[in-house]
């Protein structure tokens, strides 16, 4: 049974960096891709990156200058850190992992991330 | 970057009605289109990938159709267990885009 589970710190200060962690059962990191997904309260749905099955990453330009996408296998975990947030970068967070090479099938529950002091 | 253009934003349909939604890509994205469904609270689940082709485990009243820039998502036949939010997403270019979403209620 796969799935993924995101978790991190709820609230962050403008400003500082978002770390979170998508913890990953029922899938190999090593031959499957995991995005990271998010969504503003009340709106839709925005790509964000990806880490490849071969440990590569894109990202959505938007944001690539503040995002970084990580993994650690032998804990079949992915990372993301983002730096400078600020208050619309309050979202639900969602990894997901990549399905066809641009779908998801599977997805985590999401965290919710609030900016403010 | 390709914008998907998504209508329409909101929709309330009737038991038994059959519902369509469309989404119109800023390019050709050569069926590299996906829809899904997304609960209050929930993560969105996949319906439909690759244009048409109904993800396993998904209700066969659910079908996608379109090419090139078009493509629409049809329910035939409502449900009340279909309401909720309708995204569609590219996958022909990077970034990955998404459509700005379709509310579905029932009348």
């Known amino acids: 049974q796969v799935q993924l589970k995101e978790s991190g710190p709820g609230l962050v200060q403008p400003s500082q960096t978002l770390s979170l962690t998508c913890t990953v059962s029922?899938?190999?990191?090593?031959?499957?891709?995991v995005s990271w997904i998010r969504q503003p309260p009340g709106k839709g749905l925005e790509w964000m990156g990806v880490?490849?099955?071969?440990?590569?990453?894109d990202y959505n330009s938007a944001i690539k200058s503040r995002l970084s996408i990580s993994r650690d296998t032998s804990k079949s975990q992915v990372f993301l850190k983002m730096n400078s947030l600020q208050t619309e970068d309050t979202a639900m967070y969602f990894c997901?992992?990549?399905?066809?090479?641009?779908?998801?099938?599977?997805w985590g529950q999401g965290v919710m991330v609030t900016v403010s002091s | 970057d390709i914008q998907m253009t998504q209508s329409p934003a909101s929709l309330s349909a009737s038991l038994g009605e059959t519902v369509s939604i469309e989404c119109l890509a800023s390019?050709?994205?050569?069926?590299?289109l996906a829809w899904y469904q997304q609960k209050p609270g929930k993560s969105p689940q996949l319906l439909i990938y690759?244009?048409?082709r109904l993800q396993d485990g998904v209700p066969s009243r659910f079908s996608g159709s379109g090419s090139g820039t078009q493509y629409s998502l049809k329910i035939s036949g409502m449900q009340p267990e279909d309401e909720g939010d309708y995204f569609c997403?590219?996958?022909?270019?990077?970034?990955?885009?998404f459509g700005s979403g379709t509310k579905l209620e029932i009348k």
């Open positions: 997403l590219q996958g022909s270019k990077f970034p990955l885009t």
């Open positions: 029922g899938l190999s990191l090593t031959s499957n891709s």
């Open positions: 390019e050709d994205i050569y069926s590299y």
């Open positions: 997901a992992s990549l399905y066809g090479g641009y779908t998801f099938d599977y």
């Open positions: 880490i490849w099955s071969n440990g590569g990453t």
């Open positions: 690759a244009a048409n």
